[in-house]
């Protein structure tokens, strides 16, 4: 079963634009992590949060975490086409395995 | 290999048949998770590996669905009497310890259509 909802499921802006996309989850975690998947193949690793961490940057990417709401945001500034992907937000529950639990995902589409 | 790798990218197998598909981990990590993922879903959890073990097959489907880690490294799904509904794209990931906080590296996936 899926654990997150992600909030929009697509998301279309221009390029320079910034993207926000949103995750909310059920249960207790160990830290959240966010992975971008192009043409519904692999997936690449963004940005881990941990749960005892409010915000974490990465080069344009910025990760928010409230664990009294469960929720994370992620932030893209200054969009380019190359991120146009499916962006996926996933749980690592206290069962300390690393299994993850994944939410739907956000379609997000850059135009030029 | 640089990555993990799994074989093959595209398996269009009839209704009933048998099918493996193979997935290959970074070299010298001992974790090894399987997720299967649907049109339009994320990523659902199977089943993953500490070693040579199934330390948690919990997402397994039903009993048509087996796993195989041998040696400790290269990892098989083993699917009987496949299923239409089984289509989906099959994605293998490996991380240096099955521990929180730990990231994970995934495959490509291979994508099983069912026919």
């Known amino acids: 079963s899926q654990q997150g909802e992600e909030d929009p499921q697509a998301l279309s802006i221009q390029e320079g634009e910034n993207a926000t996309m949103n995750c909310s989850y059920k249960?207790?975690?160990?830290?959240l992590q966010w992975y971008r998947q192009n043409s519904g193949r692999g997936l690449v690793h963004l940005i881990l949060?941990?749960?005892?961490?409010r915000e974490k940057h990465s080069g344009r990417l910025r990760v928010t975490l409230d664990t009294s709401k469960k929720s994370s945001s992620l932030l893209i500034t200054a969009s380019r086409a190359a991120d146009t992907a499916s962006y996926f937000c996933?749980?690592?529950?206290?069962?300390?395995?690393?299994?993850?639990?994944f939410g739907q995902g956000t379609t997000l589409q850059v135009k030029p | 290999g640089a990555g993990v790798s799994q074989t093959p990218s595209n398996k269009v197998t009839e209704k009933g048949k048998y099918v493996e598909l193979r997935c290959d981990p970074i070299?010298?990590?001992?974790?090894l998770y399987w997720y299967r993922q649907s049109l339009g879903q994320g990523p659902e959890f199977l089943i993953y590996?500490?070693?040579?073990?199934?330390?948690?097959d919990s997402g397994l489907p039903n009993d048509r669905f087996f796993a195989v880690r041998p040696e400790g490294s290269v990892s098989t799904l083993k699917i009987q009497r496949t299923e239409r509904g089984d289509s989906a794209v099959y994605l293998c990931?490996?991380?240096?310890?099955?521990?929180?906080?730990?990231?994970?590296?995934f495959g490509q996936g291979t994508r099983l259509t069912v026919v």
């Open positions: 996933a749980t690592d529950p206290p069962s300390n395995t690393g299994k993850l639990i």
């Open positions: 949060i941990r749960s005892n961490e």
């Open positions: 249960t207790s975690i160990n830290n």
């Open positions: 070299s010298g990590h001992t974790a």
């Open positions: 590996f500490q070693g040579t073990g199934a330390a948690d």
């Open positions: 990931a490996s991380s240096l310890t099955a521990r929180a906080n730990t990231e994970a590296f």
